[in-house]
């Protein structure tokens, strides 16, 4: 059974940075596409970031130019960058993956809750103003 487990929450004033991690354990082979989703009190979940094994990423609109996705195949890692952070991308953040397939719509990871089988227990994200 594939366990995620999401590092690197915290809290950050407007403009800062902060590095959010992911370790795939339990799986001794690469995922086949990872991704990072956040939810906000109120608020629908939101796929944020996704990159699969094939090097292919999907970037919400909404933080394209500030958060950076990055997946090492060998060690199982997920990684997102955030730059330039703004209170509205306060959230819970979860890490996604799944272990059987890549499931690609135009060409980019899908953000569909159902292509990923596994999930994290989310780690917390607070941007003041």
């Known amino acids: 059974q594939v366990h995620l487990a999401e590092s690197g929450g915290g809290s950050v004033q407007s403009g800062g940075s902060l590095t959010l991690s992911c370790q795939a354990s339990?799986?001794?082979?690469?995922?086949?596409?990872m991704g990072w989703f956040r939810r906000a009190p109120g608020k629908e979940r939101e796929g944020v970031a996704a990159?699969?094994?094939?090097?292919?990423?999907f970037y919400a609109d909404s933080v394209k130019g500030r958060f950076n996705i990055s997946l090492d195949t060998a060690n199982n890692m997920l990684t997102l960058q955030m730059n330039a952070l703004k209170p509205e991308d306060s959230a819970m953040y979860y890490c996604?993956?799944?272990?059987?397939?890549?499931?690609?719509?135009?060409?980019?990871?899908?953000?569909?809750?159902?292509?990923?089988?596994?999930w994290g227990q989310g780690t917390q994200v607070t941007v003041s103003s």
């Open positions: 996604a993956g799944d272990r059987w397939r890549c499931t690609r719509i135009n060409g980019r990871p899908s953000m569909g809750y159902v292509a990923y089988t596994s």
């Open positions: 339990g799986y001794t082979s690469t995922m086949y596409q």
């Open positions: 990159r699969d094994r094939g090097g292919a990423t």
